[in-house]
């Protein structure tokens, strides 16, 4: 970790903090839910030896950047609007985009409105997700996936208050070390619960879990929330944008244990010819065998290594 610098750039009307090291070209992270900059501190650390600049803020709603409270402050627009002006403020044309999860999303949606800003992008455990014109998400996911499925559950307002009664430690722990394919559900009775056989993997100190604790001790999960509680809201935005294609270069990689790839027909979609058509430049699809969701943590110097060769050809 050393050497990171860490400031604040006022952008897009919030205060954002910025993680950064190394000189060169830039690699711009996106974390994703309930991570942090501190998610890409091994690729922060390997792509700046690399030569690059690599660059991970913490997005609105997270860590030390503002978190507005009001839902309509977390649409895509509005971040894709925050990375806009990060990315001129860092006195660059374009960047290299690497993203996780939420930030995954986010990425393809700045790949999606700014294509001119990314040069290639590496996407971890999300694909894309094409716009149906008639199925509104989260009614969507309720009726496939069921009442407790997890993004339906963060709908609920009193989501925060119940994850507060298990402590910040207790719901990040229960959420970076579950292993369990498919669509993640929250049960109303017990969904935090963890026991005392549930150790720490390797890739996950207790330091590091005592950092993510930290901050969202500080902040709260509300802002991290908001991103699902803003899905339908976006999809209603988006609607100019329906049938549009990604028409940047992608690398896609995820673990076969991950809880999105292992979603009913998600596998299909990825291997079966609708992800390439609609991200006609996608060049590789990359599956970690035995490798879970936090992909960037778990299999680091893996993943630093798919991240580096695809950046090198541009």
């Not at 900059?37 to 792509?47: D, E, G, K, M, N």
């Not at 559900?185 to 330091?207: A, H, R, V, Y």
């Not at 991200?279 to 936090?294: I, K, R, S, T």
Request: charged letters at 25%; hydrophobic letters at 40%; glycine letters at 8%.
């Amino acid at each position: 970790m050393e050497g990171i610098e860490h400031r604040t750039l006022n952008v897009n009307g919030i205060n954002m903090h910025v993680a950064e090291k190394g000189k060169g070209p830039v690699v711009l992270f996106l974390h994703g839910f309930p991570e942090l900059w501190y998610t890409w501190r091994h690729q922060i650390v390997a792509l700046s030896d690399q030569g690059y600049r690599a660059v991970a803020p913490d997005l609105r709603g997270y860590g030390d950047t503002d978190a507005p409270k009001e839902v309509t402050s977390y649409t895509y627009f509005h971040v894709v609007g925050d990375l806009v002006a990060l990315i001129e403020s860092l006195g660059v044309e374009s960047v290299f985009l690497v993203a996780h999860d939420w930030g995954a999303m986010i990425g393809w949606y700045l790949c999606y409105f700014r294509p001119d800003l990314v040069k290639a992008y590496v996407c971890l455990s999300v694909p894309f997700r094409p716009r149906h014109p008639k199925m509104k998400p989260i009614p969507t996911m309720r009726a496939f996936l069921g009442d407790d499925y997890y993004m339906c559950r963060f709908q609920e307002p009193g989501m925060e208050d119940e994850m507060a009664k298990y402590g910040s430690e207790a719901v990040l722990k229960k959420i970076l070390i579950d292993r369990k394919p498919g669509p993640p559900c929250l049960p109303k009775e017990n969904p935090f619960g963890i026991s005392s056989d549930d150790k720490l993997p390797l890739w996950l100190s207790q330091d590091d879990l005592n950092y993510y604790s930290t901050k969202f001790d500080q902040k709260g999960f509300t802002g991290g929330l908001n991103y699902y509680r803003a899905l339908d809201l976006n999809w209603e935005l988006t609607a100019p944008w329906t049938g549009v294609k990604v028409n940047v270069p992608v690398k896609f990689v995820v673990g076969d244990l991950d809880v999105v790839y292992t979603t009913p027909g998600m596998k299909e979609y990825v291997h079966g010819g609708g992800f390439k058509k609609d991200v006609p430049m996608l060049d590789d699809v990359v599956v970690l065998e035995g490798a879970a969701h936090f992909i960037n943590q778990e299999r680091a110097q893996e993943t630093n290594s798919h991240i580096y060769d695809f950046i090198t050809k541009f």
